[in-house]
């Protein structure tokens, strides 16, 4: 157990976090900041993406569903923990990592649309499997990850969040763990079962409603308490560099801490790096990978920027850090300390929908892997793993999972790692990609479409500054090939 711990904390401290930031950083300068040069235009694409293209799934609607799985317990627990572990600090490292992750994102969902394929029922798969598979021709590393996304996703943080939702019930409800837990497994199949189009008609309900209801009740604690917001910027960006804060905690904490903290658990919450979201957005029926990879970007700025900001606000601006306590605990602190007893119950309910589109979004990875790894002889081991996930999830709403937690940052580390390696290898395809779509736009094209019969691997891409883009390029047909 110590071994996992030390492996974990070293791959984190000294790899994870430095190489998300360094990838981002690159891909941010070799594409000229589109995350802020395009900030406006990312929130418009919204308004045309409502609905799919030829009558498939909306890139609005496969937005929500992926955003369901960013907005998880991560974004209320994991920022507690942040703050509990590296103090206000973190939450700058986070700023970072969502600034930088916004970039990541929009390339690992550009890939994944590029790099799509048909099942035999006419649904888009994609995501990393499939971008390694064929853009980097590897198919070894190709089912890795996806074994990795199946136990470390599909099971694992998916037991994670049915823990974290039966322990909401029994923070507000005296009643015994298991059965919230067996609800929530029901609740979820009944999703899940009726495919990628339920998931994202559910998401599509929830995770607006969800959204606004919880900014609205921090954006209240945040109004009655507006005279401390100069002290909560200064303690968060003289923590961040010097470690110290003029916001108190029961312990010291170190810049370092700050960094990991911020960065893993900044990560956590927007999925940023770990490719997961990448195959929610290859589902989407749109014009261009470039209006979903705005999406995605969008997604990343309000899992992190906008939920994450706004859980840690409630805890530094009620002074709930100084109570020593961590986790949900502190997070019920900072709300009861405005709202009492109301306080908690907004946080029950803010942890059960958080939990509740993550689990969705989380048994969609691990079907969705299962399905590139099985092809069209998926049938009977996506039945298997239904089975099997139903008495995992309903034992994990009733024990203690730190080994998961444990096992899961490992995944996690294990995951981001080498979908970060393959981005990098493979960020001339985004780069073309995205030149396209801007020479179509300043054509005074405002809707570029993008052909997706096309190989882009069989495209000379040696000048990549200058590509000859020919729809009419003679290569193999990619999506219509039934998976």
Request: glycine share 10%; hydrophobic share 50%.
């Amino acid at each position: 157990m110590e071994i996992i711990y030390n492996i974990t904390d070293w791959l984190w401290g000294n790899v994870i976090g430095y190489a998300l930031l360094g990838v981002g950083l690159y891909f941010t300068i070799k594409l000229g900041f589109p995350q802020i040069k395009h900030f406006i235009r990312a929130f418009s694409t919204m308004k045309k993406s409502l609905k799919g293209d030829e009558g498939g799934l909306s890139g609005f609607g496969t937005l929500m569903a992926a955003l369901g799985g960013q907005l998880g317990t991560g974004s209320l627990v994991g920022v507690s923990s942040a703050l509990f572990i590296g103090g206000p600090g973190a939450i700058f490292w986070m700023w970072m990592t969502a600034l930088f992750g916004m970039i990541v994102s929009f390339s690992e969902t550009v890939l994944g649309q590029a790099f799509r394929v048909k099942d035999k029922d006419g649904n888009y798969e994609g995501g990393p499997a499939y971008y390694i598979e064929k853009g980097l021709r590897n198919k070894p590393l190709a089912i890795l990850i996806s074994l990795l996304y199946v136990f470390g996703i599909g099971i694992a943080i998916a037991s994670i969040q049915t823990n974290s939702i039966a322990n909401a019930f029994t923070g507000v409800v005296n009643i015994n763990p298991i059965i919230p837990g067996i609800f929530v497994v029901i609740m979820a199949f009944l999703v899940i079962i009726g495919g990628m189009k339920r998931l994202v008609n559910v998401s599509t309900f929830i995770v607006p409603f969800m959204v606004f209801v919880y900014f609205s009740v921090v954006l209240y604690i945040v109004i009655i308490n507006i005279t401390y917001i100069p002290t909560i910027f200064s303690a968060i960006f003289e923590s961040a560099f010097t470690g110290k804060s003029a916001v108190g905690g029961v312990v010291g904490w170190t810049v370092a801490e700050a960094f990991r903290s911020g960065v893993a658990r900044g990560m956590f919450s927007n999925d940023a790096g770990n490719g997961s979201a990448a195959m929610m957005h290859a589902s989407a029926d749109v014009k261009h990978p470039v209006d979903q990879g705005f999406l995605a970007m969008i997604g990343t700025f309000i899992t992190t920027i906008i939920i994450c900001t706004a859980t840690a606000m409630a805890i530094l601006m009620t002074g709930s850090l100084e109570s020593g306590q961590d986790g949900i605990l502190l997070l019920q602190t900072a709300f009861g300390s405005v709202l009492g007893n109301l306080g908690s119950w907004i946080v029950f309910f803010a942890m059960f929908l958080f939990g509740f589109t993550t689990l969705l979004a989380d048994m969609r990875y691990g079907e969705s892997n299962l399905t590139y790894i099985f092809k069209d002889k998926k049938k009977y081991p996506i039945l298997s793993y239904r089975v099997v996930l139903a008495v995992i999830l309903v034992i994990a709403s009733v024990v203690e999972l730190n080994v998961i937690w444990a096992a899961v940052d490992l995944i996690i580390g294990m995951i981001v790692f080498i979908n970060v390696i393959s981005l990098l290898l493979l960020f001339k395809y985004v780069r073309y990609i995205y030149q396209h779509y801007f020479r179509e736009v300043e054509k005074g094209n405002d809707n570029p479409r993008w052909n997706y019969d096309l190989d882009i691997t069989k495209i000379d891409l040696s000048n990549v500054d200058e590509p000859q883009y020919n729809e009419s390029t003679d290569v193999e047909t990619k999506n219509k090939k039934v998976v």
